[in-house]
Every structure is written in structure tokens, then in C-alpha cells.
């Protein structure tokens, strides 16, 4: 009998959630997505030890800064997964851009370059940037110039509706988070039909099949099997090696809960400027809590790369 996993990617493009290359070959994924959490935590693995030492003789012979250094240190992660997966692989943009237009584009412009001395094409590439008003009008640039965007810590309709209308190939509604603010402010437990992350997700993959949109849905940070499951059908699910191994482990049907043609209860068509949205963002509490919130997660793990690459060039 087919396991879990097996039966989720006939109906859904699965990514790996991770840097590490050897959970990656085991579970055969799609595309695979990093964050500055996932680059941090893989440069500190004896196998990837090499790359991180690329970074830094690189770094050293053009008297580069550490942010320039974790930019390459980034790449060569991303084009050693690209020699793995067939699809896609997301790269992020520094987590202090996330509200500099010109900043975010202009750091996306130089990863995808550096991607392409390496013979990595654009295609091959997405880039990963937080779903502020700021990032998303970002993308809107960088999409027209043929360079995909993956928006990130998305967390309610508006950032998925504003994204929609910013052209974004693909958007990563954070389940697991979504989760979480709930479980706190309530103090109440959620089975997977009643988790409000899974709920988020269906609803934005309602109204983007109801109204047209071509960007994808990619649920992300999950917390439990039972979340992926409720999602099965979803465009793309990027989870994490651990739950990979718990699907690859379990058999049983696995029926598909999102359909395209099922958009009865599709949400009415938003029309969003940058006033609206920032209103519609600031009296959702959870999203413009768990946005804010994700951004300095990130920030903070990317000043930690950057202090470790710092002591390693004057060493």
C-alpha cells in the first residue's frame, strides 16, 4: 500500500522545509524552500562545512563584508539544491529589507546574478520575500522583470489578495503560526477541521480559484500531520523532514480536501490599496502580530549568521 506521502504528491507538489541536502534525497520533494532559521541551523552541520568554507575564502579574497559573505553563503546552499530537487528552489531576502522597496529588489537582483554565474537559470529560483505592503509591491517589480516571488509569513486575505494583485507567482501561508496565536489567546485546542491556520488556507485557495488568480498556494510551517492532511489537494505544502518521515510511515487513504472546482464559499473580490490593506492588516491582530513577529525571528537569526561569518573572516 502506497504511504501517505506517496498518495499527497498525486494531488500535491510537496517541497522539503529544510537546507539539509540528505533529508532532501531520502524524501525526493519537488522544490525545497530555506530561510535565514534553516541556513543558520545547516552551516553549523559538520556535512555542510565546505560550502560555509567557500563563503569565507571567497569572502576574504574580495574584502568583503559578513552580509555580503551570507548572500554567497545563501547561493551556494540554494545551487547544491538545485542539483537535487527538479523545481524550484526559494531564496530569501535579508529579513531587515522587508520594508525598503528599492533594498528588497535590488538584493533580489544580485542573488539571482549570482545564481546565473553558477549556471543556475532564473527558473529555477524563487525569491522569498515577507508579504509587508512594502515586499509585496517589491515583488510587482521584480516580477515583471521575469524574476519569480515567493511572499512569505503571509498570514491573512489581505496579504494574499494584495499579492494576487502584485502578479506573485507564489504565496506561503503560514499554518502552524496561525495556530499557535490561537492556542495562546484562547487557551483552546483545535482538531485539524477547526485549526484557524488550516482554515486561512482554504480560504485563500478558494478565492484564488474562484477569481482566476494563477498565483500558487504553498501551505507552510506546519505543526502536526493532521494540518497537512486537512490540506491535501493544496497547490504546493513545503514540511519540514520530520513530518516528511511521519507521512512516509503512515498508509491509510488520504482524500483530497481542496478542489479547484469546490469555491462555493469563495470570499467576494478585494480591491486593495496601500490604505486598505494596512488597515485590513492592522485590525487583523494575529497577522499583523505574527508578521511583525516573523520578521524579527528572521532578522535575528540573520544577525546571527552574520556574526558567525564575521569571526570566521578575521580568523
Given at each position: 500500500m502506497p504511504s501517505k506521502l506517496d498518495a499527497l504528491k498525486s494531488m500535491t507538489t510537496v517541497v522539503a522545509d529544510t537546507g539539509d541536502m540528505e533529508a532532501i534525497g531520502v524524501f525526493k520533494p519537488t522544490d525545497c524552500t530555506t530561510n535565514p532559521t534553516l541556513i543558520l541551523k545547516a552551516a553549523q552541520m559538520p556535512a555542510y562545512a565546505h560550502l560555509v568554507d567557500e563563503a569565507i575564502v571567497w569572502g576574504k579574497a574580495h574584502h568583503a563584508v559578513a552580509s555580503q559573505v551570507c548572500d554567497r553563503l545563501a547561493v551556494n546552499f540554494g545551487a547544491e539544491l538545485t542539483r537535487i530537487v527538479p523545481g524550484r528552489v526559494s531564496t530569501e531576502v535579508d529579513a531587515d529589507l522587508s520594508f525598503?522597496?528599492?533594498?528588497?529588489?535590488?538584493?533580489?537582483?544580485?542573488?539571482?546574478?549570482?545564481?546565473?554565474?553558477?549556471?543556475?537559470?532564473?527558473?529555477?529560483?524563487?525569491?522569498?520575500?515577507?508579504?509587508?505592503?512594502?515586499?509585496?509591491?517589491?515583488?510587482?517589480?521584480?516580477?515583471?522583470?521575469?524574476?519569480?516571488?515567493?511572499?512569505?509569513?503571509?498570514?491573512?486575505?489581505?496579504?494574499?489578495?494584495?499579492?494576487?494583485?502584485?502578479?506573485?507567482?507564489?504565496?506561503?501561508?503560514?499554518?502552524?503560526?496561525?495556530?499557535?496565536?490561537h492556542m495562546k489567546a484562547t487557551g483552546e485546542t483545535y482538531t485539524s477541521e477547526t485549526d484557524p491556520g488550516v482554515r486561512s488556507v482554504r480560504q485563500i485557495y478558494s478565492y484564488y480559484k474562484a477569481h482566476g488568480v494563477a498565483t500558487v498556494v504553498m501551505g507552510a510551517s506546519f505543526r502536526n500531520a493532521g494540518e497537512i492532511e486537512a490540506l491535501a489537494g493544496c497547490d504546493r505544502l513545503t514540511i519540514s523532514p520530520q513530518l516528511l518521515q511521519q507521512l512516509s510511515e503512515a498508509q491509510g487513504a488520504l482524500p483530497r480536501r481542496l478542489d479547484p472546482a469546490n469555491t462555493a464559499d469563495a470570499p467576494?473580490?478585494?480591491?486593495?490599496?496601500?490604505?486598505?490593506?494596512?488597515?485590513?492588516?492592522?485590525?487583523?491582530?494575529?497577522?499583523?502580530?505574527?508578521?511583525?513577529?516573523?520578521?524579527?525571528?528572521?532578522?535575528?537569526?540573520?544577525?546571527?549568521?552574520?556574526?558567525?561569518?564575521?569571526?570566521?573572516?578575521?580568523?
Amino acid at each position: 500500500m502506497p504511504s501517505k506521502l506517496d498518495a499527497l504528491k498525486s494531488m500535491t507538489t510537496v517541497v522539503a522545509d529544510t537546507g539539509d541536502m540528505e533529508a532532501i534525497g531520502v524524501f525526493k520533494p519537488t522544490d525545497c524552500t530555506t530561510n535565514p532559521t534553516l541556513i543558520l541551523k545547516a552551516a553549523q552541520m559538520p556535512a555542510y562545512a565546505h560550502l560555509v568554507d567557500e563563503a569565507i575564502v571567497w569572502g576574504k579574497a574580495h574584502h568583503a563584508v559578513a552580509s555580503q559573505v551570507c548572500d554567497r553563503l545563501a547561493v551556494n546552499f540554494g545551487a547544491e539544491l538545485t542539483r537535487i530537487v527538479p523545481g524550484r528552489v526559494s531564496t530569501e531576502v535579508d529579513a531587515d529589507l522587508s520594508f525598503d522597496i528599492e533594498g528588497t529588489v535590488a538584493k533580489a537582483r544580485h542573488v539571482i546574478a549570482d545564481y546565473a554565474a553558477r549556471g543556475v537559470g532564473r527558473e529555477r529560483v524563487l525569491i522569498k520575500i515577507a508579504a509587508t505592503w512594502e515586499g509585496i509591491q517589491a515583488a510587482r517589480i521584480l516580477q515583471k522583470e521575469n524574476i519569480d516571488c515567493n511572499l512569505t509569513l503571509l498570514f491573512s486575505l489581505a496579504q494574499a489578495a494584495a499579492c494576487a494583485d502584485a502578479g506573485v507567482f507564489l504565496i506561503s501561508p503560514f499554518v502552524g503560526r496561525i495556530l499557535d496565536w490561537h492556542m495562546k489567546a484562547t487557551g483552546e485546542t483545535y482538531t485539524s477541521e477547526t485549526d484557524p491556520g488550516v482554515r486561512s488556507v482554504r480560504q485563500i485557495y478558494s478565492y484564488y480559484k474562484a477569481h482566476g488568480v494563477a498565483t500558487v498556494v504553498m501551505g507552510a510551517s506546519f505543526r502536526n500531520a493532521g494540518e497537512i492532511e486537512a490540506l491535501a489537494g493544496c497547490d504546493r505544502l513545503t514540511i519540514s523532514p520530520q513530518l516528511l518521515q511521519q507521512l512516509s510511515e503512515a498508509q491509510g487513504a488520504l482524500p483530497r480536501r481542496l478542489d479547484p472546482a469546490n469555491t462555493a464559499d469563495a470570499p467576494a473580490k478585494l480591491n486593495l490599496d496601500e490604505k486598505t490593506f494596512r488597515f485590513m492588516l492592522n485590525e487583523d491582530a494575529m497577522a499583523s502580530e505574527k508578521l511583525a513577529e516573523g520578521i524579527r525571528l528572521f532578522a535575528r537569526d540573520l544577525r546571527d549568521l552574520r556574526a558567525m561569518v564575521s569571526k570566521r573572516l578575521v580568523a
